[in-house]
């Protein structure tokens, strides 16, 4: 893509990259920037920073607790490098953090049981009480 890109773009996308690392590497969960960045090496065919920025990204949404989002980034890197083994490991990682969230499903019923039968004995109670 830089071929088409006159020198005066390709200068402004190049002080673009310099201002956003900077602020990237000062606030390196400001996925914006981020974004911004990837697009500008993007645009200058820089492949191997635009996968790094990606994955700079991921890390960021990871961090932010948004794994959504950064099972997305991920994935948009395998769909080029479907062997990527960073991405391959965050991506496990990713998964196993999810699981880690999840309540087996039985707790869970059991536990919404038990508050259901609170709440009426709760509520007969109460009825008991504004009727007696």
Not at 21 to 27: A, D
Not at 73 to 79: F, G, P, R, T, V
């Amino acid at each position: 893509m830089s071929a088409t890109l006159t020198p005066n773009e390709e200068a402004q996308l190049l002080q673009t990259i310099e201002m956003f690392e900077v602020i990237t590497q000062s606030q390196p969960l400001d996925y914006q920037s981020l974004e911004i960045l990837k697009e500008a090496y993007f645009k200058l065919s820089r492949q191997d920073e635009v996968v790094n920025t990606s994955k700079r990204i991921a890390q960021a949404y990871v961090q932010l607790g948004q794994l959504s989002s950064a099972i997305l980034e991920y994935e948009s890197i395998l769909q080029r490098y479907p062997d990527d083994p960073d991405v391959q490991a965050a991506l496990a990682g990713i998964e196993s953090k999810a699981s880690s969230f999840a309540a087996p499903a039985g707790a869970v019923s059991d536990r919404c049981r038990r508050r259901q039968a609170g709440d009426a004995k709760d509520f007969r109670r109460w009825q008991t009480d504004f009727s007696g």
